[in-house]
């Protein structure tokens, strides 16, 4: 029987097709599986690549939110820049007006088509002017109008979204790796995998050490983004509304004898003026730099420049008071050293000085007027430049000093015939003993005096005096184009001089409330602007696909995936923060390289070099 | 008989499976792709950035072929976020920014052909939910893309903002406000 089998060759082929097509079937069930496994892998790398780029979309539509809000502040400074230099122009052009008008009239009938434009002129500018006014009243007041609070409101908004932005985009990107399927993930910043952790979730914008004079670039040259808006390249709103202003010209465009007399420069002047008050050169933009003017001499002996003083000339008719001294000569001096006794009253001293009563700060002060109302003929007699650029040039000019005949040179600072005086910040004049001291407006003054005999009628004689002055003013304190570095530094010590809190906002200097700030970017905000993510997912977990029938067969599972993306917010037009175009994108893992590299210094060495694959694989991917 | 029943069928199998392995892979090439080049073409203000998207990952990935990929983008998830939100302080600007969060789920459609021709042609569909848009000027100038003009009050306010912007830029035509040009996206 058993050698019949043995013999019997029949449905072999059977058995070794069926033994063959079960384990095809195997193999084609491992290679199912296995294509299973690869492609939740790789599904697992799209989501890591999405949960970076989730957690930097937020921090890029944060750093976008804060630059729109940033251009809508240049733009409301722009306006309250252009609309009160506006309203200051009127008056002037009102008075303007006024002449051309009466100067027609006068020469009518043969002027009478120039009355009836002036006339017209007249119809247009005063509901202009009426507008003007009240739009500045309810607008743009410094500090109080309706512009500020918006400013100051989209300031605050700012506020909140550089601090929250960031946290939101902490917690969107491990929802969304959820929502793609993935058991865990993560993602943080840069700068939390160097260890910094003080400035979680926070944007990397600031608005400490910012004054208002960081609006500036942006309100004069634009930039970038102003471009991307329709703005000519290298024009802000603050000079494209000058110019609009320039070429509307509304009196001159009908008044070619008003256009003679320079309306633009007018509204050019106010226009400057609004400027610098909020800290910016008036002028028009320089690309190179700014030219600033400096207004102290220790300024002028920071930046190596020469400084100006002139010498004004002046003297008394033949007076019988002989016993004035520079201190008679000097128009408005501090109570304290007032040499007329003290108990005038500021309304008779004032009237006594011919000043307008209302012009009159505090009664602090009282004015002299003694020797300063007999001065009949003041002359600039010269000017000469002191440098302040190398050692020992103090930025004094060397004046001439004779001692018993003899001819020597000395520092204005040191000459013993000149009282250094000062013009406080209230106008007043005073003895050199603040930090004014050193700034334009301070001068020397030397009195010298001459006596005459006269004869008198009945055979007597008396005394008279002439006085002569001499007065050394620091005209400026020199100027330079600044930039980069040292233009920065300048306007720092501007804004501190000016008051800065820490806080941002600048006092306004007229009482009145605070002038916006930017937030820009801090200084190397790299890390900050770098988002790591990991993401896990586990096959056989609740709601995971299966494992693999497989996969307990081997001692290393393949059904858990770790996978790592980085992802950077990037802006390749400008990061001045007033382009919104910050985007995102995927880059290398440079920050897990930098980690590695650490545990590898730190002897984690093996830790290291097996990650080290990963990495490759991650780029590569 | 071998040939016949067991050789030919298996052989067939695999290339099926293998033609069907290389399409899966495809498809997840143009996810990956189609992600990211929406991403793109919507910071950069382009009208119809899933359209555009289509077209880019078409001729790369399936060069030669005739309309095998389709994207659809569906931005449905504006409030996911603000229901993760802490309570507190940050509750207004959680209601604020809700409606800007903004997700969207995008899905590729690609078309199978099976060699043997013995079984349905459904594509194969594979989708990616992401983050929000980042607003950049010229996305914003997209209404369809603007984040910050979506529906309820939080979107609302955030459109009031930007309608202050805009309406900001008319009334200060003559002050500085108005570019006088146009924006300049392209």
New interface residues.
Partial sequence: MIRRLHKDESAQVSFLALAASLVLVGLMAMIINTSDVVRHRIHNQEVADVTALAAATWSARGLNTIAMLNVLNAKLLSMTVIVNAANRTMPVTRKILALSTAAATACTPFCTPWLFLLEGQAILLEPLAAGLQAMEQSVTRNCSGVAWKVMKGLQKASDAVGQTFGRIGYLEAPAIAARNGASSAFAVDGSMLEGSLTEVGKLPVSTTDRTPADFCAAMKSGGPGFVMQGYTDGEGPAEHGRGIWSDLDPISVLNPAFATLGSPWIFDGFYSSEMTRLGCDGSTPDKEGQKVEFSTLPQCREHDVTATWALYEDETDWLVDGSLDEYDFIAWVPRDVDLEGGGDAIETAAAAAGVDVDDVPPVTHTPTGVGARELMRQQRKRTMPASCAGRGRTGYPIVEHTVAGDLFFLSLRDHPEFTHFEVGETGFHEGASTDRSEATGTYFLRVNKTEREVALEGGSTRTEYKYRLDSWVLVDAGEKTLEGDELKEYYEEQAEREGVTDDGPVSSGEGCGTFPVPHLLVEEPEDKLRFFAVVNHGLGESGQPPKPFWSNYFSVSPTTFTSFSQAQVYNDLSTDMFTQDWRVRLERVTLLERALERAGELGLGSIASTASSVITTVNNH | M?LVF?IIP?WG??FT?GYL?IR??QT?EA??LS??TF??ER?AGTDNPASSAQGTVSGSVFPGETSPLQVHVNDTEAN??AD??PEGE?QT?QKL?GS??G?SNIAVSVTREDPIGDFDTNPIRRA???????????Q?QDESLN?FAAGDVGGAAMAL?GI??MG??YI??????????????D
């Avoid at chain 2, 990616?128 to 010229?138: L, N, P, S």
């Avoid at chain 2, 200060?172 to 996206?185: I, Q």
């Fill in positions: 071998l067991l298996l199998l695999i499976m392995g899966v892979q997840h996810l990956s992600t990211y991403l793109l910071e996911a976020v993760q939100m940050l600007l920014m800007v969060s997700r990616m939910v992401i983050g929000g848009a980042t607003g950049t000027y010229c914003m984040p903002i202050a912007g900001s830029d200060l035509a003559p002050f500085g406000g108005l570019s006088g040009g146009e924006a300049k996206c």
